[in-house]
């Protein structure tokens, strides 16, 4: 791996680590941090797969830092490894593209302490990073479901849900890819 693509990767991992780290410490100037503001925070881990559609199979592995603003939104930065592998199966280096991005999410039906689960309506943006043949905008909408942490005095608990995606591709001659992805993973 080339050293400038190693330093890039590094750079937008200290950027995010920045970003979240700021949030807690932008107004601690004469207090301290309480341990209900660090419950707010969790990381996400998940896999979206896609189902066959322009002669190719998307998949995606994000990786997401959350804060819970309030009891019903809340606000994350991802970073996603995108995969775009062809019907056949065959994988190249240049079937892959990297993005950083946000977005918010909401959760429409009122939470009550012993909820099993929550549903959350999110939405977000990524942008490409790197030198890919596959570099592209992508926006998504969905609905996911988590386990309610409180409820279950679990620290991981699962992450189930279905986003319809939009790839609008930056390079010349891929049309913009549109479709619904299962995803699955875990919140920290």
Not at 172 to 188: I, M, P, Q, S, V
Request: proline content about 5%; hydrophobic content about 40%.
């Amino acid at each position: 791996m080339k050293r400038n693509t190693i330093f890039k990767r590094l750079s937008m991992m200290v950027v995010t680590v920045f970003f979240v780290t700021n949030t807690f410490t932008s107004n601690a100037q004469n207090t301290t941090v309480s341990p209900s503001k660090l419950q707010d925070l969790h990381i996400e881990a998940r896999l979206g797969i896609c189902a066959p559609a322009q002669s190719m199979i998307p998949e995606d592995i994000t990786i997401s830092a959350l804060y819970q603003i309030s009891p019903r939104f809340s606000a994350q930065i991802l970073t996603a490894g995108q995969y775009f592998m062809p019907k056949e199966g065959m994988t190249n280096k240049y079937n892959h593209a990297f993005g950083l991005g946000g977005g918010i999410g909401f959760s429409p039906f009122p939470i009550e302490p012993g909820d099993f689960g929550i549903y959350e309506i999110r939405v977000n943006m990524t942008a490409p990073i790197g030198n890919s043949d596959y570099k592209n905008m992508g926006y998504g909408l969905g609905m996911y479901w988590r386990g309610n942490v409180q409820a279950t005095h679990r620290r991981i608990v699962p992450l189930a849900g279905v986003e319809y995606r939009i790839h609008d591709f930056i390079t010349e001659g891929f049309n913009t890819f549109k479709g619904f992805y299962a995803t699955f993973g875990l919140r920290f």
